[in-house]
């Protein structure tokens, strides 16, 4: 079985590497192929036009003339995974890769046709790690919908007046965390891009990673914005976390800010082509321990630095290669990577601060322009 021969049946609207394959938005499942080299789609009445014009080096086969065929033949509607062991057929094909996500019942299916599906080997395209010079111009274009959405969010927080138990209000009303992440997603949204679980925790909120947010904001502590927004019209991933006070920040998060923002700069520094991404992890990591922040369970919840310093960016949120304490990657130049590390003490809050970063040969680009501020 040749790796190059491929088969996929996903849409292109959730699934990256149909996506990368075909460049098209399809939001119904549909089938790509990739046989000796060659790429064909096969795709509904619905999209066959636009699919020409826009997967141009695909050839574009008719759904309906094999649904037809097919049925014809068996006396039934066939699925997907039946048209294309009849594909496959035609060209005589017995064996095929498919993608490490592809169905089970998928696999049933062409088993039954006389097809055998082999699942690819580090996975359908492992070129997508390395991000061309087009790629990186789709990023950027994804990271500044990011920015867009930062920028109303912290001019909002600005324009915010303090009442009674440091509540903020803005425009006289109370000023929650859903009130700001709707703030941020229709600056992303007007910018060309779409948000989904953007992040708005303040307090202790924010010592929960992934926590959303929730509930009022208030004045003199910390509020986690993470934002990563996806390109309407590419399809690739923006992503940009700042941690901002409303106000005056104690002495306890002015020094738990200003660690994570030395070992941000630590992290950028590090990374370079052939770094790898666990050293990295732990010389940030290092770093925290030597300015007093341990990492570990206290009173049943994790503090510290529990999450890994940052994650490939592409047509997924996250992708490989990983900076993490287990990752086994190799920075490679043309890699794209965030770069967020993070401190969390309940009492204090969270502090968290990202940027992404181009791995060049001798360091990195960082492609964020977001300026860091504490206190807004």
């Known amino acids: 079985m040749h790796p190059d021969n491929l088969l996929i049946i996903a849409d292109s609207y959730q699934d990256a590497d149909m996506l990368y394959a075909v460049g098209v938005f399809v939001p119904d499942p549909f089938i790509y192929l990739r046989l000796a080299g060659k790429c064909h789609i096969v795709v509904s009445d619905l999209e066959i036009d636009r699919a020409k014009k826009q997967a141009p080096h695909c050839r574009v086969l008719s759904l309906s003339r094999y649904v037809k065929l097919l049925r014809n033949k068996n006396g039934t509607n066939p699925t997907l995974p039946q048209v294309a062991a009849q594909i496959l057929r035609e060209r005589r094909f017995r064996k ?42 789709k990023l950027s274009a994804a990271l500044m919908m990011a920015e867009v959405g930062m920028a109303e969010g912290i001019h909002a927080i600005k324009a915010c007046k303090v009442g009674k138990g440091h509540r903020l209000f803005y425009r006289s009303l109370p000023f929650t965390s859903e009130k700001l992440r709707s703030i941020i997603d229709v600056a992303i949204i007007q910018a060309g891009g779409l948000a989904s679980h953007t992040i708005v925790a303040g307090g202790n909120q924010g010592c ?48 738990l800010y200003h660690t994570v923002a030395e ?113 807004v």
């Not at 940030?284 to 503090?303: H, I, Q, Y």
């Open 96 to 137: 095929i890769s498919v993608p490490p996500s592809f169905p089970l019942g998928y696999a049933r299916q062409l088993r039954d046709c006389g097809i055998k599906a082999k699942v690819t080997d580090g996975g359908c395209f492992p070129q997508r790690e390395i991000k061309t010079a087009d790629e990186v111009k």
């Open 208 to 255: 929960d990673p992934h926590e959303c947010g929730y509930g009022p904001l208030r004045a003199n502590e910390p509020i986690i914005l993470d934002i990563f927004p996806r390109s309407q019209k590419t399809g690739y991933f923006g992503d940009i976390t700042r941690t901002v006070v409303k106000g005056r920040a104690n002495e306890a998060v002015r020094r």
């Open 263 to 375: 070992g941000q700069d630590l992290g950028i520094a590090q990374i370079r082509a052939g770094a790898l991404g666990r050293d990295v992890h732990h010389a940030v990591l290092d770093l925290f321990v030597e300015r007093g922040f341990k990492t570990g369970k206290r009173r049943g919840r994790m503090e510290g630095f529990f999450h890994g310093t940052g994650h490939g960016l592409g047509l997924q949120i996250h992708e490989s290669p990983r900076i993490s304490p287990a990752s086994t990657d190799t920075l490679r130049t043309g890699h794209v990577v965030t770069v967020e590390p993070g401190l969390y003490y309940p009492g204090i809050g969270g502090i968290r601060i990202e940027d992404v970063v181009m791995v060049t040969a001798s360091g990195c680009r960082n492609l964020t322009k977001f300026e860091k501020v504490l206190e």
